[in-house]
């Protein structure tokens, strides 16, 4: 599920290497508690390559619309998010017009509706956010360590952070529609002339509101130079235009087991903005004991139809409106924030030492080898690259937040995120907070485990 863009660059940059040899961490793998809340999330990824402008996504109603079949007409009001991650390319060397993308809500009632932007950030992967190489854990608590326009994202995001050039809020009069976004996605003097956007908007609504996503190429001035569109040009485009292009691929049914999976690209209102957890023995526990000396268990992060790494538990989010031809659920979960705490209890007679990791094991729906397989030294396919805080009681005593930015590839097992010593009968509560990043591929695993004395 790596974006067109993450793939070109791979491509560009990859070097043989050793045949990675697999290996096997014998382990429980275990659902993870929780589930996904009921905000609405606007979900904008297909067409991810965008060379033909139009309608990306619209949750308008059909009344009105020239093409009906590009509307969805599912209200929004209250919590909710906007998601949109598009990559233009020049369709011929000499054409190298920008593509803009513009988000646009509409007022349906008889009363201004303020829209209040609570965090939102979006970024370009050139020159905001380039794919660089960085090592596989860095420090990143000032949140200037990303790769990538999904790992800036949804590191600010994190943070609680509103870009400055993102409004604070948007008042909408009655019966009008204002841009939430209008923002270019250029490829000029881009060598390759390849350029990625990526945004996430947490939102709150007074009353009801209609979303849309379009893509349309800069419309130029009489000398010939190119402008943003304007508000009437995105209204004339959401009423009169079709679907933007290329269509991603078509998805296979989840149902139809017996074909080769296609998950397809998403586009649509997915449910669930967070998936909170207090991960515990049982319900009705409050503590996590950790695993015997020299043992581990993990709990899956973003499983999905054919990678539920044996636990049966599909956390992607279900789709509440969709179009035909795009993804039946939001797999990879992207800009879905995970909250999880770990009530960690030592209730062994013995001091321990515990590491707690995140991991990219090989995706698999059933175990085929009682743990999960990793690779010991894994080829340069990065399936997850972003920021991770990690907050818990160090071995002074003392509170300790870190974000420390990841990247590891297929089957890679990750360094700790903490290690601790606890005392016999000793508790330690770890939390854990991610937004999943896009051009992430899923599953991954949070792993507890104990150091063998």
């Keep these: 599920m790596l974006s067109f863009l993450l793939n070109f660059i791979i491509a560009q940059t990859t070097t043989p290497t050793a045949a990675p040899v697999e290996v096997v961490q014998r382990q429980q793998v ?134 400055s050039t993102l409004p604070t809020k948007l008042i909408i009069p009655a ?109 009705k526990k409050t503590y996590l004991t950790i695993p015997q000396s020299g043992r581990a268990f993990s709990y899956g992060i973003a499983t999905l139809h054919r990678g539920t790494l044996g636990t049966n538990q599909i956390q992607s989010a279900k789709m509440l409106a969709r179009y035909p031809d795009t993804a039946y659920y939001a797999h990879g979960n992207y800009g879905i924030w995970y909250s999880l705490q770990l009530p960690l209890l030592n209730k062994s007679s013995a001091p321990q030492t515990v590491k707690v990791s995140l991991q990219t094991p090989i995706k698999e729906d059933r175990l085929t080898k009682d743990g999960l397989r990793f690779f010991d030294n894994p080829d340069k396919r990065v399936f997850f690259r972003g920021t991770v805080r990690v907050r818990y009681t160090d071995n002074k005593g003392l509170p300790r937040t870190q974000y420390l930015h990841l990247v590891q590839n297929r089957g890679e097992k990750g360094e700790p995120l903490t290690i601790l010593n606890m005392k016999p009968g000793g508790k330690r509560l770890v939390e854990v907070d991610l937004l999943y990043p896009p051009d992430a591929t899923p599953p991954q695993v949070l792993t507890i485990e104990t150091e063998n004395k």
């Design 30 to 163: 275990r659902p993870l508690p929780g589930k996904l809340d009921d905000v609405p999330v606007f979900n904008s990824n297909s067409p991810e390559l965008v060379l033909k402008e139009g309608i990306l996504l619209s949750t308008f109603p059909e009344k009105g619309k020239n093409v009906s079949s590009a509307h969805l007409n599912f209200p929004f009001k209250g919590r909710f998010d906007i998601f949109a991650h598009h990559v233009a390319k020049a369709s011929a060397p000499d054409d190298l017009k920008t593509l803009y993308l513009g988000i646009i809500l509409h007022n349906p009632t008889s009363q201004p509706v303020t829209v209040n932007v609570l965090n939102a950030a979006s970024y370009l992967s050139q020159p905001d956010a380039p794919f660089i190489d960085l090592p596989s854990q860095k420090n990143n608590n000032f949140g200037t360590v990303f790769s990538g326009p999904g790992s800036r994202v949804m590191s600010d995001i994190l943070r609680k952070r509103r870009q």
């Design 175 to 283: 019966g009008e529609s204002r841009m939430m976004m209008n923002a270019p996605i250029p490829v000029k003097e881009l060598e390759p002339p390849i350029n990625g956007r990526s945004t996430l908007m947490r939102l709150s609504s007074s009353d009801k509101v209609y979303a849309a996503s379009l893509a349309m190429f800069a419309p130029t001035n009489v000398d010939g130079s190119e402008r943003a569109p304007t508000l009437q040009e995105w209204q004339n485009l959401l009423d009169n235009g079709n679907l933007a292009g290329p269509r991603d691929k078509t998805p296979t049914p989840p149902e139809d087991i017996n074909k080769p999976i296609i998950y397809g690209r998403v586009s649509g209102v997915a449910k669930g903005s967070q998936w909170n957890s207090l991960v515990v023995d049982s319900p």
